[in-house]
Nanobody, 119 residues
């Protein structure tokens, strides 16, 4: 019953900004880690940013200093603020929620939202 709904994707010129949002509904308890992945055509899905329940964030090197991940616990929403966008940021971006289990993890995914950066 867990659902992740994304919004905020679109077309933007290089150097511009977008903010992605993902609202997690359903059984959200123990969703300790939220993250954003992206996948470009012909490429593997890549973890872009993640944030823990305590607010600790991490980023892939290529977006450090440009992207900021945040979360609003009250609304169960995770955001990805993307600034200084480059053409290589073009991809489908997926919201991810991870529930740690005693024996591993359970991952939940959004449907994806297209981000296209024109040069």
């Amino acid at each position: 019953q867990v659902r992740l709904v994304e919004s905020g994707g679109g077309l933007v010129q290089a150097g511009g900004s977008l903010r992605l949002a993902c609202t997690v509904s359903g059984s959200t308890f123990s969703m300790n880690i939220l993250g954003w992945y992206r996948q470009a055509p012909g490429k593997e899905r890549e973890l872009v940013a993640h944030i823990t329940s305590g607010g600790t964030a991490g980023y892939v090197d290529s977006v450090k200093g440009r992207f900021t991940i945040s979360r609003d616990s009250a609304s169960n929403t995770v955001y990805l603020q993307m600034n200084s966008l480059k053409s290589e940021d073009t991809a489908v971006y997926y919201c991810n929620a991870r529930r740690p289990l005693s024996y591993g993890y359970q991952d939940y995914w959004g449907q994806g939202t297209q981000v296209t950066v024109s040069s």
